[in-house]
């Protein structure tokens, strides 16, 4: 996949892997690893740049002894989730209008 | 690899980044290790899935914006006595036109790339006025009776309007390679910085 398009996605996976409910980082990428193939060092700049955009905010808590990461969602977020699928419309009718052309 | 070989190695790899950029990505890794061991992965396991530190260390380093890193290079390491702050001024003379002359060079690179685009371009431009204008005036010597000159000069008019058109593509050609010459220049630039952050620190 072309390698800006999967960041743009990659961006909306975190997002909505901590959606309903906040998430800490190696439980993302197991929720995501079934659709998109994620390792940790893509994961660590996709939280930063999404912090630094205030679409997600970070908080340390304690699990097990030690401490965790657990990242929630920003109203930003959600609206960044809810222009993603408008724009996916947008593309899906763009896709129509490229394969109808081959068909022809 | 055990997870605090990891880190320290992680450490050393990412020295000479900014401090808080370093204390986050070791916290980060760490933590990542920690889960993939509640898991069920042994030490080992989980270090080696992580995967290898270069990469690791080069995705860190290129996400950080060049003013941050140029910042971090530039701050001093502890404050300056007032024996150093007086040396930097009485210096100045020498330190700062040092600098003005080292932008005035960068400056006058890149004005003399464009001065050869411009002037391309000014030659194409002079070569379609000759060209339109010996065209035209074999209509005035057609007039006046002297169709033979005429004749000559509108041949000549056509040939500076081909050597116009020849001219206009080269140029073309030649601001391309211009501008992609000195993008990667100043890719260069940058680059050569973060190289040098990352090897003073580990000497």
Not at chain 1, 41 to 49: A, V
Not at chain 2, 61 to 74: A, E, F, G, W
Request: with cysteine; hydrophobic share 45%.
């Amino acid at each position: 996949m072309d390698i800006q398009l999967k960041r743009g996605l990659l961006d909306i996976c975190v997002l909505s892997a901590i959606k309903s409910e906040d998430s800490y980082g190696y439980q993302i990428i197991k929720d995501i690893k079934p659709y998109v193939e994620i390792s940790e060092s893509t994961l660590y700049p996709i939280l930063r740049r999404l912090e630094a955009a205030d679409l997600l905010t970070v908080r340390t808590a304690e699990h097990n002894g030690r401490l965790r990461k657990y990242y929630h969602i920003t109203e930003l977020g959600l609206k960044r989730i809810e222009d993603f699928k408008c724009e996916w419309q947008e593309i899906i009718g763009i896709y129509n209008f490229v394969t109808r052309e081959e068909e022809k | 690899m055990i997870k605090q070989e990891f880190l320290k190695e992680l450490e050393k790899a990412l020295c000479g980044l900014p401090d808080d950029d370093i204390q986050k990505s070791l916290e980060f890794y760490s933590e990542m290790i920690d889960d993939k061991i509640e898991d069920g992965l042994s030490e080992e396991d989980a270090v080696s899935q992580i995967g290898n530190i270069e990469d690791i260390a080069k995705q860190i380093l290129s996400d950080i914006p060049i003013t941050k890193l140029v910042k971090q290079k530039i701050k001093p390491k502890r404050s300056m006595g007032a024996g150093e702050i007086i040396l930097l001024i009485l210096g100045s003379p020498i330190w700062l036109s040092l600098i003005i002359a080292l932008v005035a060079v960068v400056f006058s690179i890149y004005v003399a790339l464009w001065s050869v685009i411009i002037s391309l371009y000014a030659v194409s431009a002079s070569l379609l006025v000759c060209g339109v204008a010996g065209v035209l005036s074999f209509v005035g010597f057609s007039i006046l009776g002297n169709a033979v000159p005429g004749a000559f000069i509108a041949g000549a008019g056509l040939v500076c309007l081909g050597l116009a058109i020849f001219m206009f593509i080269v140029s073309n050609l030649v601001t391309k390679a211009l501008v992609w010459l000195s993008k990667k220049i100043w890719l260069g630039i940058k680059s050569s910085f973060i190289r040098r952050g990352e090897n003073n620190e580990k000497i």
